[in-house]
Nanobody
């Protein structure tokens, strides 16, 4: 059974930081492209950051320079370090796994709420 379990969300003031973690089980982690998506109320789910198997990283323009994605294949975990948070970063953040990056075997976590507010 595949499970992606996110943690680390919460309430933070503008300018603050949070670190999200996603621990995977039931998959061969190193064979999966990993990513973080988010969905704000009334908006479509969007890609925030990606960490493919080849070691590259990709970011949405809105988070470049503020967020950092990393993965630890030994721990089956992907992280999202979020700095200089803004109210518009408020959303439910979802962990995503895509075996080989082919879009055929895709898994989602249950989501973790991030709220940026004073």
């Amino acid at each position: 059974q595949v499970q992606l379990v996110e943690s680390g969300g919460g309430l933070v003031q503008p300018g603050g930081s949070l670190r999200l973690s996603c621990r995977a089980s039931g998959i061969i982690f190193s064979l999966n492209d990993m990513g973080w998506y988010r969905q704000a109320p009334g908006k479509q789910r969007e890609l925030v950051a990606a960490a493919p198997r080849d070691g590259r990283t990709n970011y949405a323009d809105s988070v470049k320079g503020r967020f950092t994605i990393s993965r630890d294949n030994a721990k089956n975990t992907v992280y999202l370090q979020m700095n200089s948070l803004k109210p518009e970063d408020t959303a439910v953040y979802y962990c995503h796994a895509d075996r080989y990056g082919w879009g055929l075997s895709v898994y989602w976590g249950q989501g973790t709420q991030v709220t940026v507010s004073s």
